[in-house]
C-alpha cells in the first residue's frame, strides 16, 4: 500500500470535504470537528457526479456522516456504506497525516467489496 | 400435495391476486404460476401518464424487489398463455410450456379499440395503453409537430396531455358532442373544453373520423364534416375492449358486449377458472376502472381459501387531474334516481363548474359532477347516500363571509369509504392510528393500504390523521432532527436571544452529536436573518449546503449555475451585453429563467469567482438563486408603457427587490408586481402578490407555484406606497422568525391558528405588540445589506474553496463534459461521456433518484 501526498494538514477546512486527484481518481477528503480525517471516492453513486467531497458533514447517532449534496442520502463516513440505503457503498481509502502531510492511500481490497 | 394456480396476465389485478395469496396465506398450499405477456413485471397502468414527466419504469412498478423470489411464486415474464385446455385443466405458452392447473385466473385486461376505419393502423397509428406504446409514442413523436388524438374520454385526454408534453400541437377528436361524455353532463362538458382549450389543445367534437390517409409522410384524417386535419401521428383512444380472446377460444362463455362471463364468485362457466379485472364481465358489466378489479381478485382469494364472499358490483366514481384539471363524477352523477335533483352552480370563465345529485327532498347527496377544482370530491364521494344536514350549497361553495368554512373530515360517519381504491374506511384509518399506532400519512398507507393506488384520497387520509391525533392529545414533535430538540422557530428565538453567533456555541449549548444536513443549513439561515453576517464568515461556511457553500446552484453533473439578479426583471442593453460576453468566453449555457432573468449554466468550481469578477466590475449582484432568501419580483411594465396601467408597477418591484434581497428566510419568497387588473405580472402565483388599483396597491399573501400551486389571498386593499411597504416588511419578518424550515407562506399562514386574520391582527393592528421589533429587524437587514459575491471576491479566505483539486488546482474536474445541443452545450450523458482515466470503480449502476 502507497501513500500519496496530498496537501499540507492545514489546507484542510475544518468540519468539510475538499477533493483530490490521486493517480488520475478523485477522493473526498473530511477533516471533521474532532480532527478526524476520512478519504471517500468522490463519486456520489446516486447522480454520478463527482461531488461527494462538497456535502455537508456530520453524525448520524456515533456514525460520522457526509450527505450527498446532490439528493442528500447520509453516508458513514468510516465505512463508506449508505445508511438509507445499505445496498450502495462508497469506496473507503485509508488517510494519515505524515510530517504535516496529509496522506492517502487505496485500498486493494475494497475493489473487490 | 401442494396445488397449483395459474395467474394468466400480470397487469395490475394479476398482481393484486398474487399479493392477496401472500398475505392472506393461500401460498401455505398453493404455488403460483404467473404468465405474463409483457416483458416487464406489472406496473402502475393508472400512473402511466407520468412517465412522460420523468417518473421510470422501475419506480412505476408494483413489485417490490425480491417478492418473486419466494419459491412458491413463479413469474414467466414475456411469456403469454397461447391457449387453455379446460378439460385436460392445463395452459399452454407462447415457449411452449404446458402447465396442469388446479385453479386457473384468467386477468388478461383489456387492448385499446381502434375503430375499423380505413388507414387506421400503420406508422404513426398508436395506442395508448403500455410502457411500450408510451415508448413508441416518443419515438414516433421525436422531431414531429402536431398530433392527434382520437376520442374525448378520460384516457383520449391524457393522451392528448402526453402529446402536449412532448411538443406536439394537438388536437382531440371527440365523436360525441363533449368531452368525457361517460363522466360529465353538457355544461360540465364545456367547462372542460374551455380549460383544455386554454391550455393549447384543441377540440373537435361531434367529430366521427372517417379515413386516415397517408399523404408523404404525413397523415390526413377525414371527417364527416368540416376540413381534414394534417398530423404526424394519430393515438387511438377510443375505448378498452375486453382481452377475452383466450377465453372464447377454449369455449368458456363470453359476455354479448365482450368479457369473460363470471358469476357473483367471478367463476366462469369451466370448473375452477376464473376471471377478474377489464377482462370480466361481471355482475353485469364490464368496469374499466382498477378498484372493482382488485374487489374482484379478493373475492377469488377468498373463494379459493373456502369464503363465501361475492363482488356485486362497484362504485364508478372517478376522480382525475388531467393536465393539471381536475375532473370528478361520482354517484349518481347523471341524476338517474327517480325524483333525483340537481343543483348547479358554474363560473364558465374561470372554468368552474360543480353539480350536486340530491333526493327529491334535497337530504340525501345522490351524487355529483366537479369540474375545474375538484377540491371537494374526497369528502362527498363517501357521503352519497347520506343525509347531508344544513344548506347543500356548503358542501361545494368555498367558505362565505359569515358562514361557516366548507366541511371538515370530521363530518364524515364511520363508516364512510375514504380511499375507494383500497376499500379502506374512515373508522380503519382512525383505529390504524388511535390502535395501530400510526403517526402520519406513510404510517396509515403502510398499514392499511389507503391512498397507495390513484392517490386522490390522500388529502383526507391526513386530515383524518391530525384530527385523530388532536382527540388523542398527542402533538407531532417539532424537533428538526436527532441533533435539535428545538423547532426552527425556537431555534431562531434562541439566537436571537442570547445572540448566539457560531455553530460551535449553538451546538455546545442546545444540540448533541455532530449535526446533519438538516439543522446546519437551519442554523446558516438562522444566523443570517438574525445578524446578516456573510454566509460564508466564521464557522458558517461548514453549515451551508453546497448551493449556499458555492454561492451558486449545483446541477446533475456538479457544475453550477449563475444568476445575476435583475430587479424587477428591468435590464440594461449594457448588462445584457456583459452577459452575453461572459456566458461566450466562459461557455456557458444560456437560458431566460421562470423568474424574469437569465441564469448561466456549466460554470465549474474554479470558474465561479473569474465569471462573477466580469459580472461584479459591470456592476452586477448576486441574485441569489441558491439560498432560501428572496428571488424575484416580477413586474410587468405598468403604467409607464401600458395603455391600461394604473400604477407604476416596475418602478414599485425594483424598490421592493432591493430592499428585501439577501434576505434570509425559512424558505425561498417570491413577489410579483401587476401595474392593473390584468395580472400580467401573475403576482397572485406569489408568496407576496401587489396588483395596483385606482386607488394604490392591493396586497395578496400566501401564493404559490411549484407542487401544491396556490392563488394568494387579499391581505389589505387600496393602500398607499408607504403602508405597503411597511406592512410587506412587518409579514416578511414575522414569517422569518416563526415559519418552520422549508415551509413557504401558504403553509405557514394556513398553520397559524386564525390564519389570515391572526396575521391581519398581529401586523396591522399590532395586538402583539411585535410591530416595533419586527420593524427595526427589517431596517437592520436593509442597512447592512452587501452582495455576498463582491466580499467573497475580495476575500483570499472565502476565495480558497473555489478550486477544483486541492493537489491540482489547475486541474479542472475531468468527469465533466459537454455536447452541443442548439448551439450551446448541455451535460454529457453517460454514454456519450470519454472514459475517464483510472481503475474500473466497483459501484453498482448509476440510479435516477427524485429528491
Ligand atoms: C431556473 C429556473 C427554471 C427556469 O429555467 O426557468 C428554476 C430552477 C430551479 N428551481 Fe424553480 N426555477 C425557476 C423558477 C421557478 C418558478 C417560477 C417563478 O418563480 O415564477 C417556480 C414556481 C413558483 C413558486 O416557487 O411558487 C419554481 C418552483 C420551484 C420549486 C417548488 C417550490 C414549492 O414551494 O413547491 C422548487 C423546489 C424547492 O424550492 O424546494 C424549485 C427548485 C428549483 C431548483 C433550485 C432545483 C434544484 O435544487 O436544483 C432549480 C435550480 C436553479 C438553478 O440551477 O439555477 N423551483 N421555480 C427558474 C429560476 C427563476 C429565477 O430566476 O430565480
Ligand atoms: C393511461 C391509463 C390511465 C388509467 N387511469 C385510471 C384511473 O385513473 N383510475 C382507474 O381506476 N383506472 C384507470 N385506468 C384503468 C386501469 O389501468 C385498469 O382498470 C387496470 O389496469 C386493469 O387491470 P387488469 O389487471 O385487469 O388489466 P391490465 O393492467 O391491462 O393487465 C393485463 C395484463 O395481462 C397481459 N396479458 C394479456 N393477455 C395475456 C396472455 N394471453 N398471457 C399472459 N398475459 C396476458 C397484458 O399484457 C397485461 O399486462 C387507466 C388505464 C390507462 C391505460
Ligand atoms: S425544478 Fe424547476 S427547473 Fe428543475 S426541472 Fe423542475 S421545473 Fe424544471
Ligand atoms: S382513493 Fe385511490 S388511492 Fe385512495
Known amino acids: 500500500m502507497t501513500y500519496r501526498s496530498i496537501c499540507p494538514y492545514a489546507r484542510l477546512p475544518l468540519d468539510r470535504g475538499v477533493a483530490a486527484l490521486v493517480d488520475g481518481e478523485q477522493v473526498a477528503v473530511f477533516r471533521t470537528d474532532g480532527d478526524e480525517l476520512y478519504a471517500v471516492s468522490n463519486l456520489d453513486p446516486f447522480s454520478g457526479a463527482m461531488v461527494m467531497s462538497r456535502g455537508i458533514v456530520g453524525s448520524r447517532g456515533d456514525r460520522p456522516t457526509v450527505a450527498s449534496p446532490v439528493y442528500k442520502q447520509v453516508f458513514d463516513l468510516a465505512t463508506g456504506v449508505c445508511l438509507d440505503d445499505p445496498t450502495v457503498r462508497l469506496r473507503v481509502h485509508d488517510v494519515r497525516v505524515h510530517d504535516g502531510i496529509v496522506e492517502v492511500a487505496f485500498q486493494t481490497e475494497a475493489l473487490s467489496a | 400435495m401442494r396445488k397449483t394456480l395459474v395467474v394468466v396476465g400480470h397487469g395490475m389485478v394479476g398482481h393484486r391476486l398474487v399479493e392477496l395469496a401472500v398475505e392472506r396465506g393461500l401460498t401455505a398450499e398453493w404455488d403460483v404460476v404467473v404468465h405474463a405477456a409483457e416483458s416487464v413485471p406489472a406496473y402502475d397502468r393508472v400512473g402511466l401518464s407520468s412517465w412522460f414527466r420523468g417518473t421510470t419504469s422501475a419506480e412505476l412498478s408494483l413489485v417490490p424487489e425480491g417478492f418473486f423470489d419466494a419459491p412458491e411464486l413463479d413469474l414467466r415474464l414475456g411469456d403469454p398463455v397461447v391457449a387453455v385446455d379446460v378439460d385436460a385443466r392445463t395452459v399452454t405458452s407462447a415457449a411452449g410450456t404446458v402447465t396442469p392447473y388446479d385453479a386457473l385466473v384468467l386477468a388478461t385486461g383489456s387492448t385499446a379499440f381502434v375503430p375499423p376505419v380505413p388507414g387506421a393502423t400503420g406508422p404513426g397509428r398508436l395506442v395508448y395503453r403500455t410502457l411500450d406504446d408510451l415508448e413508441q409514442i416518443a419515438a414516433a413523436a421525436a422531431g414531429k409537430r402536431a398530433g392527434a388524438v382520437v376520442g374525448g374520454g378520460l384516457l383520449g385526454l391524457e393522451a392528448a396531455d402526453a402529446l402536449r408534453s412532448l411538443g406536439l400541437e394537438t388536437t382531440v377528436v371527440e365523436f360525441a358532442p363533449r368531452l368525457m361524455p361517460v363522466q360529465v353532463d353538457e355544461a360540465g362538458g364545456q367547462a372542460l373544453r374551455r380549460l383544455v382549450e386554454g391550455l393549447g389543445v384543441r377540440v373537435r367534437t361531434s367529430a366521427s373520423t372517417q379515413a386516415v390517409e397517408e399523404t408523404g409522410d404525413r397523415l390526413r384524417m377525414v371527417f364527416a364534416e368540416g376540413e381534414p386535419l394534417e398530423v404526424d401521428l394519430v393515438v387511438f383512444s377510443a375505448g378498452i375492449r375486453p382481452d377475452d380472446a383466450l377465453a372464447r377460444a377454449a369455449g368458456l362463455m363470453t359476455a354479448e358486449r365482450g368479457g369473460v362471463l363470471v358469476d357473483e364468485a367471478c367463476r366462469a362457466s369451466a370448473p375452477d377458472v376464473y376471471a377478474v379485472g377489464e377482462c370480466a364481465s361481471a355482475a353485469g358489466r364490464c368496469w374499466g376502472l382498477v378498484a372493482p378489479g382488485y374487489d374482484q381478485a379478493a373475492v377469488v382469494v377468498d373463494r379459493l381459501l373456502g369464503g363465501a364472499s361475492s363482488f356485486e358490483g362497484a362504485d364508478l366514481s372517478t376522480k382525475l387531474k388531467l393536465m393539471g384539471i381536475d375532473v370528478a363524477s361520482f354517484g349518481d352523477a347523471h341524476a338517474e334516481t327517480a325524483g333525483a335533483l340537481e343543483l348547479v352552480w358554474a363560473d364558465p370563465v374561470a372554468g368552474d363548474y360543480r353539480k350536486l345529485v340530491v ?15 375538484a377540491s371537494a370530491y374526497p369528502l362527498l364521494r363517501p357521503m352519497c347516500g347520506t343525509e347531508i344536514a344544513g344548506n347543500p350549497a356548503d358542501l361545494v361553495l368555498p367558505a362565505r363571509e359569515g358562514q361557516p368554512a366548507g366541511i371538515g373530515a370530521a363530518a364524515l360517519p364511520a363508516s364512510a369509504q375514504v380511499c375507494s381504491c383500497r376499500d379502506v374506511s374512515k373508522a380503519e384509518i382512525c383505529s390504524a392510528v388511535a390502535q395501530g399506532g400510526c403517526r402520519d400519512v406513510a404510517g396509515v398507507k403502510a398499514c392499511t393500504g389507503a391512498g397507495t393506488v390513484c392517490g386522490s384520497c390522500v388529502g ?84 451551508q449546503d453546497t448551493n449556499d457553500h458555492m454561492l451558486a446552484n449545483l446541477q446533475k453533473d456538479g457544475t453550477y449555475s449563475v444568476v445575476p439578479r435583475i430587479p424587477g426583471g428591468e435590464v440594461t442593453p449594457e448588462h445584457l451585453i456583459v452577459i452575453g460576453e461572459v456566458a461566450r468566453d466562459f461557455g456557458l449555457y444560456t437560458k431566460i429563467t421562470g423568474g424574469q432573468r437569465i441564469d ?16 461584479v466590475d459591470a456592476g452586477m449582484e448576486s441574485g441569489h438563486a441558491y439560498g432560501k432568501s428572496l428571488r424575484t419580483v416580477k413586474s410587468c411594465v405598468g403604467s409607464t408603457w401600458c395603455r391600461y396601467g394604473v400604477q407604476d408597477s416596475t418602478t414599485l418591484a425594483i424598490e421592493l427587490e432591493l430592499r428585501y434581497r439577501g434576505l434570509r428566510s425559512p424558505h425561498k419568497v417570491k413577489m410579483g408586481v401587476s401595474g392593473c387588473a390584468r395580472e400580467c405580472a401573475e403576482a397572485r402565483s406569489k408568496d407576496v402578490g401587489i396588483i395596483a388599483t385606482e386607488n394604490g396597491w392591493n396586497l395578496y399573501v400566501g401564493g404559490n407555484g411549484g407542487f401544491r400551486p396556490r392563488h394568494a389571498d387579499l391581505f389589505l386593499s387600496d393602500v398607499d406606497t408607504e403602508t405597503l411597504v411597511r406592512i410587506t416588511d412587518r409579514i416578511l419578518m414575522l414569517y422569518v422568525f416563526t415559519a418552520d424550515r422549508l415551509q413557504r407562506t401558504a403553509p405557514w399562514i394556513e398553520g397559524m391558528e386564525g390564519g389570515l386574520e391572526h396575521l391581519r391582527a398581529v401586523v396591522v393592528d399590532d395586538t402583539l405588540g411585535l410591530c416595533a421589533e419586527l420593524d427595526a429587524a427589517m431596517a437592520r437587514h436593509v442597512e447592512t445589506y452587501r452582495d455576498e459575491w463582491a466580499e467573497t471576491l475580495a476575500d483570499p479566505e472565502k476565495l480558497a474553496r473555489f478550486t477544483s483539486f486541492v493537489n491540482a488546482p489547475e486541474v479542472p474536474d475531468p468527469s465533466i463534459a459537454f455536447v452541443p445541443e442548439r448551439g450551446q452545450i448541455r451535460p454529457a450523458r453517460p454514454d456519450e461521456k470519454p472514459l475517464v482515466a483510472g481503475p474500473v470503480l466497483p459501484i453498482r449502476e448509476l440510479r435516477s433518484v427524485r429528491a
Do not use: Y
Request: contains cysteine; hydrophobic residues 45%; proline residues 2%.
Open chain 2, 460 to 543: 383526507l387520509v391526513q386530515d383524518l390523521v391530525r384530527s385523530e391525533l388532536d382527540a388523542m392529545g398527542v402533538s407531532l414533535s417539532t424537533a428538526l432532527c436527532e441533533h435539535f430538540d428545538l423547532s426552527r422557530a425556537e431555534m431562531f428565538e434562541v439566537v436571537r436571544v442570547k445572540g448566539i453567533r457560531t455553530w460551535s456555541e449553538l451546538l455546545a449549548e442546545h444540540g448533541r452529536g455532530r449535526g446533519c444536513d438538516i439543522c446546519k443549513p437551519t442554523a446558516a439561515s438562522v444566523f443570517a436573518s438574525v445578524f446578516n453576517d456573510h454566509v460564508l464568515g466564521g464557522d458558517k461556511g461548514s453549515l
Open chain 2, 600 to 615: 448561466l449554466f456549466g460554470a465549474r468550481v474554479e470558474q465561479l469567482p473569474l465569471v462573477w469578477q466580469r459580472l
Open chain 2, 359 to 373: 333526493s327529491d327532498d334535497t337530504r340525501t347527496l345522490l351524487g355529483g359532477i366537479l369540474v375545474g377544482d
